[in-house]
């Protein structure tokens, strides 16, 4: 059996666009092979109908014959545009000239005959026998496979008996053929022996390819109709009927009182002549879209899709959360803001001189000291009682002080170690939480205001506590709710990592998968858009390959070419030429791509013409007489009942 491959051999890679351009120089329209139309001919008044006409059955089959390639850029985004289908960068993109080898099997039905012995069923004298009778055949494709053949046969308008249907489901399984969107069954393309191309020409290799590929669709075809017979099969069973049932029985009685009565039960069998034959070569260009850029763009701008055919299911259910990986993380300077505020806030508080200018301490007559500077606060051997932890202990404010002195000594540690940028915003978070409790409500107690004026005047050093109100409003009004936000942007940023992680696992699935999706994404948007994506894509590729050739060989590059007919087969775009070719314009052909001539005669390319049974909806009941007569019965009827719900009938047994 011959193995299917995509690209042609490196020995059938000629000049391209000599070929092109002799194509170009064929008339527009190929002559008809019919001849003349005939006149029509009315019926006659009161004819009788014609003799019957024999069942016949089409089936359309093709594969690529890719003889050489064309050199297609696919841009940077910085120069030339990047090449792209459906707005999805192109990665890895093939383009080659070559013809399209279409095949015809015909399916002729011969007979209907009596097969294999399926069921045997023994009554005994005058007994009454009800009988369900069941046929089934066991699916061998897929759904989508069924619906693929099915769309066959609305494209193409060709009546395709279901026993003719069967053989071709099981065939495209078993050999991995293809419904392509010509309506055609593709086979792949045959590989050719390795010094073919060299040594016996294009000619011989296209002849060679073509008899291999019809006999392996004879091969198939005949494989396929065994295995049917082998999984088609009939059952007879028993059952019990009442009044109530609502099932199609037969109801068979033994009339005989002396013997017993077989009941058997055979399949039928359609017998067909299938012939196989080459019909057409067409030139065609063969695009074949091997990358696309699978990334966070393509995942936010396809969800239908990816909904729709993702192979994992779980990957399907996370499909949500990955979307939301592929929108940008939103981050502020918020965080940057918390920080200098609360640096600022600390140095007011502790650091900047002269904030109130207040005078200075006097003793009477004497100066004891300028007590604008935060640490005179804290030094408890300036000014005799007038220092700052006296001066809070004696206002109840003595645990505020202490905690600002403690704070303070911390601060100036890390001031001192260059760690204060790392633990500005912790610094001041737990000292304002600290004073906030203890002294706001001071400062609105009727009670404790005498004493908050006593730790405020001018008369002590107690420039710290003049300082606490604007360092607590700058920590909750502008520190707080900037460290709020930083949080929550933390938790987002958390969500959004998990979001990248779905996010990456499913671009790796669908890279890893990508010839599947590619086949699927091209299919999914050449339905949605009626193959207008198609049509667009097939115009810029051959845009790109007419870049620098000949203007001769552009025109006809793009006027021999049926860009609207283009179609999908798997990752494959086929654009098909207008006309297709005889035998001396074969030969013609790849005399320009190769600059050999060599005869070329499509009768050459010998049909297979198989003998194929299937097994056929149905069943044949035969009724036989036991051999055996038991003596002393007298003689029943010689007829045997068999009756159905909307109906009765008699058949005469003889003996």
């Not at 016949?56 to 289908?85: A, N, S, T, W, Y």
């Not at 669709?217 to 009442?242: N, P, Q, W, Y």
């Not at 607590?472 to 009004?477: E, T």
């Amino acid at each position: 059996m011959q193995k299917a491959v995509t690209v042609p051999p490196p020995e059938l890679v000629h000049d391209c666009e000599a070929a092109v351009r002799y194509l170009g120089q064929l008339p527009t329209a190929a002559p008809s092979a019919s001849g003349p139309a005939q006149d029509p001919v009315a019926l006659a008044v009161c004819s009788a109908p014609d003799t019957r006409t024999p069942p016949q059955f089409l089936v359309h089959l093709r594969h690529p014959f890719p003889m050489c390639e064309f050199v297609i850029g696919l841009g940077d985004d910085i120069d030339i545009p990047k090449l792209r289908f459906s707005c999805i960068p192109v990665t890895n993109l093939r383009l080659y000239l070559g013809l399209s080898v279409s095949f015809e099997q015909r399916w002729n039905l011969l007979r209907l005959a009596i097969g294999d012995l399926s069921s045997t069923v023994g009554l005994a004298p005058l007994e009454k026998l009800t009988l369900e009778v069941q046929a089934s055949q066991r699916k061998v494709l897929e759904q989508s496979t069924l619906d693929s053949t099915d769309e066959l046969d609305s494209t193409e308008s060709t009546t395709i008996d279901k026993e003719v249907v069967n053989v071709m489901r099981a065939s495209s399984r078993t050999r991995s053929w293809h419904v392509d969107g010509s309506g055609s069954l593709s086979i792949g393309t045959p590989k050719l022996g390795g010094s073919l191309g060299i040594q016996a020409g294009v000619q011989e290799s296209l002849s060679q390819s073509s008899q291999a590929a019809i006999e392996h669709i004879s091969e198939t075809t005949k494989k396929s109709a065994h295995s049917l017979k082998t999984i088609h099969k009939l059952e007879v069973r028993g059952v019990t009927e009442d009044f109530r049932q609502s099932r199609m029985t037969r109801v068979v009685k033994n009339p005989y009182t002396d013997r017993a009565l077989s009941l058997n039960v055979f399949q039928l069998e359609k017998h067909y002549s299938v012939k196989t034959a080459m019909v057409e070569l067409r030139p065609a260009l063969f695009i074949d879209v091997r990358g696309l850029d699978f990334d966070a763009h393509f995942v936010a701008s396809h969800v239908d899709f990816l909904r729709l055919e993702l192979l994992d299911a779980p990957l399907t259910e996370e499909l949500p959360l990955a979307l939301r990986g592929t929108e940008p993380l939103e981050r502020s300077d918020k965080a940057s803001a918390a920080h200098d505020t609360a640096l600022l806030a600390l140095r007011f508080l502790f650091d900047v001189p002269n904030l109130f200018k207040a005078r200075h301490v006097q003793a009477g007559p004497t100066d004891l000291g300028d007590p604008n500077a935060p640490a005179t606060s804290f030094n408890a051997n300036v000014g005799g009682d007038q220092d700052g932890l006296d001066d809070a202990a004696r206002n109840d404010v003595g645990v505020v002080f202490t905690a600002l002195n403690y704070f303070y000594a911390v601060y100036r540690e890390l001031v001192a170690t260059n760690r204060l940028d790392v633990n500005a915003v912790a610094l001041a978070g737990a000292l304002a939480t600290e004073i906030k409790e203890r002294w706001i409500p001071m400062t609105a107690d009727v009670e404790s205001r005498g004493k908050i004026r006593n730790v405020l005047d001018q008369g002590d050093f107690t420039e710290i506590f003049r300082r606490i109100t604007g360092f607590l409003a700058m920590v909750s009004g502008m520190v707080t709710p900037l460290v709020e936000a930083v949080a929550q942007e933390e938790a987002a940023a958390r969500a959004h990592r998990a979001a990248v992680l779905a996010l990456e696992r499913l671009l790796e699935h669908v890279r890893c998968n990508r010839n599947y999706y590619i086949q699927r994404l091209l299919a999914y948007l050449s339905a949605k858009t009626n193959a207008q994506t198609i049509i667009d894509f097939v115009d810029e590729v051959i845009e790109r390959a007419a870049t620098g050739m000949a203007p001769s060989t552009q025109t006809a590059l793009r006027s021999v070419f049926d860009h609207s007919g283009a179609f999908l087969d798997r990752q494959q775009i086929i654009v098909p030429a207008f006309r297709a070719l005889t035998s001396a314009q074969v030969e013609e052909f790849c005399l320009a791509l190769s600059g050999q001539r060599q005869p070329f005669d499509l009768s050459r390319i010998a049909p297979a013409v198989d003998a194929v049974e299937v097994p056929a909806d149905g069943l044949h009941l035969e009724l036989a007489a036991g051999a055996c007569i038991l003596e002393g019965v007298p003689p029943g009827t010689n007829s045997a009942e068999l009756s159905l719900h909307d109906g009765s009938f008699k058949v005469a047994v003889g003996g």
